[in-house]
């Protein structure tokens, strides 16, 4: 008899996939004529796509995909169209180190922004506190002061550990940032039954190399799921209107509603709070160079 049953991919190798049947993992192939929920744009399975198998044990196909309630995309350099990395997340550890690799904030704000404009809860968290935090301290308050929570960690001596064990605990997670910040020794240290691969850094050039190269959902004990993704160099944006890049920056949208004109550009109007704020000191003028940066970006991307 033919039976139906529903799992959730945790991984993607080409033509496979590995999902999940209920704690049983498997690794199946999928129909070419795959059916896909209404209005899905990428269709390609990613991880955190609930889908519905066809067949029997051990012969088992992937049938359908479920909607995906939640998509965090991003636009790859040399493409055009949007890649969806994971679908299905409640919230994202976006992770920088706090001195090496160095971190970069243009990165970590472009993160940001994809998370919010996916309806993903974003986190900050810093991580090898170990190493110092005297680089960091002025944009960690920048952070705090937008409204993000901030995480201060380090896998090395469990520090904060705790803290990201309990924040994540009942969701899915998705642990993103730039390579060598140790998105995966964060989650081996919340789970050592992980094992997940561990990279050094390189002493030429201060950078990660690369060490995990494809998404991976795992199951927390108890409930949820985390993400451990490969480390990002770049993170694309596009497709996003002026009011919806605000939104992505709360701070800045916060201020805004007391700018005199609806359609304000916080960029030469006279009676515009948000730049009064930055004169005034109580927005970071880094954050405000960083909006007015990507919306330049967004501007040039769209009708390209
Ligand atoms: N000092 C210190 N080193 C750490 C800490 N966390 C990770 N590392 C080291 O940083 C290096 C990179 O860690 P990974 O977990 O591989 O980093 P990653 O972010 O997963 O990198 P990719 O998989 O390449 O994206 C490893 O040598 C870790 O041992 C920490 O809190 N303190
Ligand atoms: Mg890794
Ligand atoms: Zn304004």
Redesign the pocket.
């Known amino acids: 008899m033919t039976e139906r049953a529903v799992g959730v991919v945790t991984a993607v190798f080409g033509p496979l996939v590995r999902v999940q049947v209920g704690e049983e993992p498997m690794v199946v192939p999928f129909r070419r004529a795959l059916r896909w929920a209404e209005g899905t744009e990428d269709k390609r399975l990613v991880v955190g796509d609930h889908v519905f198998l066809d067949g029997k044990i051990p012969d088992f196909v992937v049938a359908e995909v479920g909607l995906r309630r939640t998509t965090l995309t991003r636009r790859s350099p040399g493409e055009r169209r949007a890649r969806v990395i994971a679908a299905n997340v409640d919230q994202a550890v976006v992770?920088m180190a706090a001195v090496s690799p160095e971190p970069s904030p243009r990165l970590l704000d472009r993160l940001l922004v994809a998370c919010h404009h996916a309806g993903i809860h974003p986190l900050v968290c810093f991580?090898?506190?170990?190493?110092g935090t005297a680089g960091i301290d002025t944009w960690i308050g920048d952070y705090q002061d937008a409204g993000y929570e901030i995480l201060l960690?380090?896998?090395?001596?469990a520090r904060g550990v705790g803290v990201l064990t309990r924040k994540v605990a009942g969701k899915t997670t998705l642990f993103c940032?730039?390579?060598?910040?140790?998105?995966?020794?964060?989650l081996?240290a919340i789970h050592p039954g992980y094992r997940?691969?561990?990279?050094?850094?390189s002493e030429a050039t201060g950078k990660?190399?690369?060490?995990?190269t494809t998404a991976q959902l795992l199951s927390l004990p108890g409930s949820g799921f985390v993400v451990?993704?490969?480390?990002v160099r770049e993170f694309g944006l596009w497709d996003l209107t002026h009011r919806q890049l605000q939104v992505c920056f709360p701070e800045v949208d916060r201020v805004a509603s007391e700018c005199q004109f609806d359609d304000c550009t916080h960029s030469s109007e006279a009676a515009c709070a948000v730049r009064t704020a930055v004169q005034a000191g109580t927005l970071s003028a880094r954050r405000y160079s960083s909006f007015l940066k990507l919306r330049q970006e967004v501007e040039e991307g769209l009708g390209s």
Not at 228 to 231: A, F, I, K, L
């Open positions: 992770v991580n090898k506190v170990d190493q960690t380090s896998a090395r001596t940032g730039p390579s060598g910040v140790g998105k995966s020794a964060l081996n997940l691969r561990e990279g050094s850094i990660g190399r690369h060490t995990t451990d993704t490969p480390g």
